[in-house]
């Protein structure tokens, strides 16, 4: 069980948004147990009504416009290592998610989407009479 | 010769923290990792931080998100400040596949060499939304001054 499913591992994967706009990626971490997949997203410094999810047809899109929270003034500044702007993602779901029933919550900067799997996929023992 | 147990890309990460340091020691707010304090031996990642100046503070903003406040450490002694704390992958010992790892856990550790000209004692910390900000409020002789001129 602990090789990764290719097949869902295609799925899940990140596309490309063409853009000219500078886009950031959310740093994400996504982990599939038995009953549901999970995707944690770094939204630092966003609120939490900033940040936006929607499903289109199979898409997962997450997405927040982070703003500075300070201003810089004279260049008065030491050390700048984060970054501002939009930051949005999109994931491809595999097939055997349950749209309905996606639940996500938001605490401390992190974005939990829970993805639950359709009852009827889920991997069951069967035994030799 | 002793056997010392070797950490997967440790070197590398200590190659970078020394190449920093040659660097950070001749400017304001650099970081000064002290070689006994086994905090900064034993982390893993360093969370990004910008550091802004304002009129009477320095203020430094960290980014720490997914991260419990009761799990982050700060200190100031001897003109430096400290930031460390932990951030666990995962308690539940439970079958998963993990698709995609992109954000750091483990140990984290950061730390500055204040200004001289500040007040140590009243240095505040606030965390909202796994994002520290730090208020380093400034002495009173270096705040500038507005000196009004009359004119005749």
Sequence with gaps: MLATNKSTERNLTTHQTSSDVRVFRPLTDIIET?????????????????VNIKIEKNQLL?????????????????RIERSFGLFKRTFLLPEDSNLELVTASFENGLLLVTI???AEVKPRAIEIN | MSIIRWKTGQ???????????????????????NNDDSTYENSVWSPLTDIV?????YVLHMDLPGIEKKDIKISFSNGTLSISGER???????????????????KFFRSFDLPSTIKSEEIKADFKNGQLIISVPKAEEVKPKEIPISVN
Excluded: C, M, W
Aim: no cysteine; proline share 5%; charged share 40%.
């Design chain 1, 116 to 118: 639950p799997k359709k």
């Design chain 2, 88 to 106: 666990q992958l995962e308690n539940e010992t439970k079958e998963k596949n993990y698709h995609r790892i992109e954000r750091s856990y483990g």
């Design chain 2, 53 to 57: 100046e304002e009129n009477n503070q």
């Design chain 2, 11 to 33: 070197d590398l990460l200590n190659f970078e923290r020394e190449f920093k340091r040659l660097f950070d020691g001749v400017i304001p707010f650099g970081k000064t990792p």
């Design chain 1, 62 to 78: 997450i997405s927040a416009e982070r703003k500075a929270n300070y201003e810089i003034k004279e260049e008065k500044y030491y």
């Design chain 1, 34 to 50: 038995e009953n549901d997949y999970q995707i944690r997203s770094e939204f630092p410094g966003v609120e939490k009504d900033q």
